[in-house]
């Protein structure tokens, strides 16, 4: 599983790559804002996208339309700090599928990918 | 046609056989009728018959007669006159025989039908006596003699052809002709004879004679082929037996001779003899024929009449079997129909225990068995209808019964969502409590949220729906995006508009592979809310308090109970302006109250007493508000109960202060040692705080510290007392630095504190500051501009009564209200927390060099007995 991180706040690209360090997924990019992540898409096609909703020029809703023309098999999910819920939806129905609010943990972050690529769960007790 | 459908079945039977009935009967009366008829015919001929037989015999019997009395008359009564008469016997004999057939009574009959004819030739029978006497008298000629006799013979034939010829059967009527047509031959042979014996007897023969003779022979034997014709093989074989040998052969060769006329040399009385033989061999043929005609009409009538029993009796033993077979099967049939009435009947009642039993193998048979299959099966179908039953009323009294308690008891709303957003039919009755509508089963949801909800997220929520129904989307990852999780709702119930706070979930039910239903559980989460509130207001309190507390140890005590003083006064004095001057300009006072807010929030706000300032600013919002519009008395009472709140504020406060007090005082930790610590801590770091804030550096002394002996009460108030005073010297005493380098003085200024030593239960406290002392005139110009004295009065005004003026209510040196030295504080609560403590107190100064003031407190000894001193009055 190949991953592009998009966010334009390096501390939160950080802490998702950080977070997962012990996830079994490569991180093949990490972009800062829309115009990059289509570049890196193109170019990487990744199998997984963490997309921000807010960033500076085009936001994550117009960045999701062009990801999907270029790569619809790409699974996104969305990591965002915004608690509106109406856009989360539009998100959802322009093909993300997968939703993170931040802040995020190492573990909600585990648990959204194992739902996101079906991964069956470790019992874990 | 209809009223025929609608018969009873026996009477449809009755319709039905009652006529064939009939017609049977009918048709059985015709057949017995005409074997009666054909029985009385048979029997009628029969008697005809005998009665012709012995019309015949006399007939005979008078042609033998006739021939024998021509032969009498034509020889003129030499020959045949024995023949004749023995002839005449023989045919009074016939006669007599024909008569007795006559008077035999089943011939009465007959007589009556045919009495006319009888009648008729029962006259020419008794003509013959007078005929016979003629003969005798010879007064008849031969041919006169031929025609009587004729005419008799002639009525008997015709008699015997009219009663013999009236039968039905074809057969026997065709052999009575044949017999008439040989009787009429027979006739005309025996008047042959006759002529031939006159022709013989007279040697002679005329013309008309002969013509007579030739059309007998002709007609003779035209009957006779007329006879041959019609009649029946055993007539015609008795006819050629009987007609043929010598004498038949003898009268053809002698009929030869007459008919040549030539020579009549041939005895009459052999012509006679031999036409007398063939006349009765002819009637021996005749005797045959009727005596075959008589047997055969006695087996007609006796076969008719047999067959008119038969038919009789066959007719009665079929009509009695066919009313016995009608009557089984219909009554059978009947009664079939009857037992599957009553069973049916009885089923009709709810009667399914017994069956049908019709023995039949016909339809009505296979009917009953159809329906004793049909039973036993509805019964089956009973018993699992009553299993079905069971469970149903388990499954109630188990499931049902209890998720309707559930779903009626329960305190969440419920229900389910179909794939087109439509609420379930069954729901819990909390949805209706919590919405305060009915109207929701059916209901689609989002119409159903529409009014209830902002349209923002009324679009997110059918977003949210569509994506809850989407296989393809992950439960967890919608439902974070759940809309109405939480949720503010309004509505309306009775025109009063109500707001409450539910939650909403959603739970995904599954069928085989898709998602069939959204489970939609609803909580009012009003109450938690508003109490999350309570807490948070109360949280907001317990807060407010802790800021009182941590104000009160944070900041001096001394300048906090002074604040509090000096402001409880002020919002005292506020209360006590309103009382007097109600009638005054509204605006004013509005103005007035909210300068004097102003400042005391600017108090707060210096010695950091936030909590305070916050609600002083909130005084100052409210008046802000009432100044924009035009005022009216009753504005202020929302102004006076907000200044009341600040004043309970102030008294919490002060109670507080007292409690920090107290735990001082009961926990001394170290006794007065530590309060002294405390208090001379806080005098420093007062005047450090001032000195910086004033951008005036001043040295601080605390002289003698050894000799504090107060309580932990009266260090406090010191403590106050102190706090002023180093206000006022830092305030209004020591100079700026650019002013006290001009004067020769050291830049950084001095405030000294002393103890004295104490005695006699009181201790001197001597305070004392570097700066410029008092200035009297500008404390007379102060005084006049606040109103404490008039022009006048300043001018005459003594410098020791002037001084004193600083510690009148509401003096304050200085104009702007700051953080340093407020309105109407200062010197006078100095004043009154001198007067409190029951100290007494003495000022002294150089005007430019100093400031001084000498404290004389009165403290409790260790027996705890308090000096009392007269305070003094300065």
């Known amino acids: 599983m190949r991953l592009l991180i998009v966010d334009d706040s390096s501390i939160m690209r950080r802490i998702i790559e950080k977070n997962l360090k012990d996830y079994d997924i490569e991180i093949i990019g990490m972009a800062a804002d829309g115009d990059e992540a289509v570049k890196l898409v193109k170019g990487e096609m990744p199998d997984v996208i963490t997309l921000d909703i807010t960033m500076p020029g085009m936001d994550g809703l117009a960045c999701l339309d062009q990801i999907m023309a270029i790569h619809p098999a790409a699974k996104v999910m969305i990591i965002t700090a915004l608690s509106d819920k109406l856009t989360g939806l539009r998100a959802l129905d322009k093909g993300a599928r997968g939703f993170l609010y931040k802040p995020v943990n190492a573990k909600d972050l585990a648990n959204a990918f194992d739902r996101l690529l079906k991964r069956n769960k470790p019992t874990i007790e | ?874």
């Open chain 2, 1 to 874: 046609m209809k009223i025929l459908y609608d018969l009873p079945i026996r009477i449809k039977f009755a319709v039905v056989l009652i006529p064939l009935i009939v017609i049977i009967i009918c048709f059985d009366y015709l057949q017995i009728r005409h074997n009666y008829l054909d029985y009385n015919d048979s029997e009628r001929l029969n008697i005809t018959l005998k009665l012709g037989v012995e019309i015949n015999q006399a007939v005979h019997e008078l042609q033998k007669e006739r021939s024998i009395a021509i032969g009498y008359t034509s020889s003129e009564g030499i020959k045949f006159l024995e023949e004749l008469k023995k002839q005449r016997s023989i045919s009074d004999a016939a006669l007599n025989k024909f008569y007795t057939e006559l008077g035999k009574p089943e011939t009465s009959e007959v007589t009556i039908r045919h009495n006319d004819e009888l009648k008729l030739l029962q006259s020419k029978f008794e003509s013959l006596k007078g005929i016979r006497g003629k003969i005798d008298k010879r007064s008849l000629q031969s041919s006169q003699i031929l025609n009587y006799y004729s005419e008799i013979n002639n009525i008997a034939l015709n008699t015997v052809d009219l009663l013999i010829n009236e039968t039905r059967d074809k057969e026997i009527a065709q052999q009575v002709h044949a017999l008439i047509y040989f009787l009429k031959a027979k006739e005309e042979a025996s008047i042959e004879r006759a002529i031939g014996t006159q022709a013989l007897s007279s040697k002679e023969m005329n013309d008309e004679l002969y013509s007579a003779f030739t059309s007998l022979v002709a007609k003779e034997q035209s009957y006779i082929d007329a006879f041959l014709v019609i009649a029946d093989a055993e007539s015609q074989g008795s006819y050629s037996r009987e007609i043929s040998g010598h004498d038949v052969e003898e009268v053809d060769r002698l009929r030869n001779i007459i008919h040549l006329r030539t020579t009549f040399d041939v005895e009459p009385s052999y012509w006679y003899d031999m036409t007398t033989s063939k006349i009765n061999s002819l009637k021996k043929v005749e005797d045959q024929i009727s005596e075959r005609l008589l047997s055969r009409t006695v087996d007609l009538s006796s076969s008719a009449f047999r067959k008119f029993w038969s038919f009789v009796i066959v007719d009665i033993v079929i009509g009695a079997m066919a009313m016995w077979l009608m009557s089984i099967i219909v009554s059978n049939l009947l009664a079939n129909v009857k037992t599957l009435e009553k069973f049916t009947l009885r089923i009709s009642q709810g009667d399914w225990s017994s069956k049908v039993s019709i023995p039949t193998k016909d339809e009505i048979g296979q009917y009953a068995k159809t329906f004793n299959v049909m039973v036993d099966e509805i019964n089956a179908s009973h018993d699992i209808l009553r299993k079905e039953r069971d469970k149903a009323k388990f499954l109630y009294h188990n499931i049902y019964r209890v998720s309707m308690l559930v779903f009626k008891n329960i305190h969440q709303g419920i229900f389910l969502l179909d794939r087109n957003f439509k609420m379930s039919k069954l729901y819990s009755k909390a949805m209706e409590k919590i919405f305060g509508v009915n109207k929701i089963a059916g209901e689609n949801f989002s119409n159903f949220m529409r009014p209830l909800i902002i349209p923002r997220d009324l679009e997110a929520l059918e977003m949210f729906m569509r994506h809850l129904f989407n296989e393809d989307m992950d439960e967890d990852v919608v439902n974070q995006l759940n809309p109405i999780e939480q949720v503010k709702i309004f509505n309306e119930i009775n025109g009063v508009v109500t707001t409450k706070y539910i939650r909403v979930n959603f739970t995904r039910i599954w069928g085989k592979n898709r998602i069939v239903n959204v489970m939609v559980t609803v909580s009012d989460e009003t109450e938690s809310v508003l109490l999350q509130k309570h807490l948070e207001e109360a949280e907001k309190q317990k807060k407010q308090e802790t800021e009182q507390v941590l104000s009160i140890l944070k900041i001096d005590p001394s300048v906090i109970r002074g604040f509090l003083y000096n402001s409880k006064k002020t919002l005292k004095s506020i209360s006590e302006r309103y009382e007097s001057d109600k009638e005054s300009d509204l605006k004013m006072l509005l103005d007035f109250t909210f300068q004097t807010i102003h400042s005391l929030k600017a108090n707060a706000v210096v010695i950091g007493l936030e909590i305070m300032s916050e609600k002083f600013h909130s005084i100052e919002e409210t008046i802000e508000k009432l100044k924009a519009k035009e005022v009216t008395g009753k504005d202020f009472l929302t102004v006076l109960y907000e200044i009341d709140d600040a004043d309970k504020m102030i008294d919490d406060m002060n109670s507080m202060l007292r409690k920090v007090a107290d735990v001082y005082r009961k926990y001394p930790s170290g006794g007065s040692v530590a309060s002294n610590i405390m208090l001379v801590d806080s005098l420093e770091r007062s005047v450090k705080v001032l000195s910086d804030k004033m951008d005036k550096p001043v040295d601080f002394f605390f002289k003698n510290e050894e000799n504090l002996v107060l309580s932990g009460e009266q260090v406090e108030q010191c403590k106050d007392i102190m706090l002023q005073l180093i206000r006022n010297s830092i305030k209004h005493g020591i100079e700026d630095r650019e002013v006290r380098l001009k004067q020769g003085k050291l830049l950084r200024g001095n405030i000294n504190v002393e103890l004295e030593h104490p005695k006699k239960n009181t201790l001197q406290i001597v305070y004392k500051d570097d700066g410029k002392g008092l200035d009297v005139s500008e404390i007379k110009d102060k005084a006049v501009k606040k109103g404490l004295i008039t022009d006048y009065e300043a001018k005459k005004m003594t410098d020791k009564k002037a001084v004193n003026l600083i510690f009148e209510n509401g003096f304050s040196t200085s104009d702007k209200v700051d953080e340093h030295a407020g309105r109407g504080q200062g010197m006078s609560l100095v004043k009154s927390l001198i007067e409190e403590l029951k100290a007494k107190f003495k000022m002294d100064y150089e005007a430019g060099k100093y400031f001084k003031l000498v404290i004389s407190l009165p403290f409790k000894d260790d027996a705890g007995k308090i000096e009392e001193n007269e305070a003094i009055d300065s």
